[in-house]
């Protein structure tokens, strides 16, 4: 489904101690932004915070409320700390407990004398969520509201991410130039650059310096979902980046 009005837009919210401390390196946000970008969806805000409940219920009450979606990651394993679900289900202010559907997708990996205390953790749910398939380890994610929590493990988020696609409302997707400035220095172009961005109102423009093998290398990238004014800003772009080298 589209939209061609108001934007749709996301936040990721990666919950875990591990993060915090570089214990462990996230390597879902950037998969999940570039998912969220070829649906259209602006990815705006992220945010990590502790394995606390207070924490995790106040960031999804805040994160749900301003944007489109919410995609958490993280704390739905079978240890103690892991309390994503509970937190969860205390910002929605509903009740949590085993769901039957969740042990049962569980009893596709394990037997039934082995769902264990701390297995079944795994199976507790908040109540009204709709479940978001494991075909990895099995244990699921949930969708509740706007909130989709996944694993944090990359290639279990991966492929509930995947699962999670159709459901999602998509925007206009998002049109990106780059205008390759060379060995100029931000400072040469800055005035003229913001003079331009002022004019070009219905885009987004951006310098991004970089250190490369055969040196110093500038790139003006503009981003619009307007093809015209895309264009015309890269138009008025590469005249002011050939003046300049002249």
């Known amino acids: 489904m589209s939209s061609e009005t108001a934007p749709v837009t996301a936040a990721i919210l990666v919950i875990g101690d591990e993060i915090l401390s570089g214990r462990t390196k996230d390597r879902n946000i950037g998969t999940i932004a570039d998912f969220l970008t070829a ?3 602006d990815l705006r805000e ?4 502790p394995d606390e409940e207070p924490a995790i219920v106040e960031a999804v009450n805040a994160l749900r409320a301003r944007h489109s979606y919410l995609f958490t990651t993280g704390g739905i394993g079978p240890t103690h700390d892991d309390i994503t679900a509970d937190s969860v289900a205390r910002a929605f202010g509903v009740g949590i407990d085993i769901d039957e559907r969740a042990r049962a997708m569980l009893l596709e990996r ?4 082995d769902l264990n205390p701390a297995r079944l953790r795994m199976a507790r749910i908040p109540f009204g969520a709709d479940l978001i398939p494991n075909p990895v380890s ?4 949930f969708h509740i509201g706007n909130v989709f929590v996944m694993a944090g493990v990359p290639s279990i988020m991966q492929a509930m991410l995947d699962a999670v696609g159709p459901k999602l409302q998509t925007g206009v997707r998002m049109l990106s130039e780059t205008v390759e400035a060379g060995g100029l220095p931000e400072g040469a172009f800055a005035g003229d650059l913001a003079t331009i961005a002022a004019e070009h109102g219905a885009v987004s423009i951006g310098s991004y310096p970089s250190m490369t093998e055969s040196g110093f ?4 990238v503009v981003r619009g979902r307007d093809g015209e004014a895309v264009a015309s800003a890269r138009t008025a772009i590469e005249a002011l980046v050939e003046r300049l080298k002249r």
């Open 46 to 49: 992220v945010r990590i915070v």
């Open 39 to 41: 649906l259209g969806i």
């Open 217 to 220: 290398r500038n790139r003006i």
């Open 110 to 113: 394990h037997r039934p004398e």
């Open 138 to 141: 099995k244990a699921p994610g």
